[in-house]
């Protein structure tokens, strides 16, 4: 069995003064405080979370 691409994913700006629906969307990525990195798998789901809110995520393959 083949392991799962992951993605590492961190915040690097606050979402203060953002969308409510890209605060919500930052939080369904796991992530919690800036510089708060995790690792998620690479799914079309993730990948599109992470384009909608690209402007405050670092994200390394």
Request: proline fraction near 2%; include cysteine.
């Given at each position: 069995m083949a392991l799962a691409k992951t993605?590492?994913?961190?915040l690097v700006k606050s979402?203060?003064?953002?969308?409510?629906?890209?605060?919500?969307?930052?939080?369904?990525l796991g992530l919690r405080r800036i510089n708060h990195t995790v690792m998620l798998e690479?799914?079309?789901?993730?990948?599109?979370m992470i384009n909608k809110v690209?402007?405050?995520?670092?994200?390394?393959a």
């Amino acid at each position: 069995m083949a392991l799962a691409k992951t993605l590492k994913v961190t915040l690097v700006k606050s979402t203060n003064g953002t969308k409510q629906t890209h605060r919500a969307t930052v939080r369904g990525l796991g992530l919690r405080r800036i510089n708060h990195t995790v690792m998620l798998e690479d799914t079309p789901a993730v990948r599109g979370m992470i384009n909608k809110v690209y402007y405050l995520v670092k994200c390394e393959a």
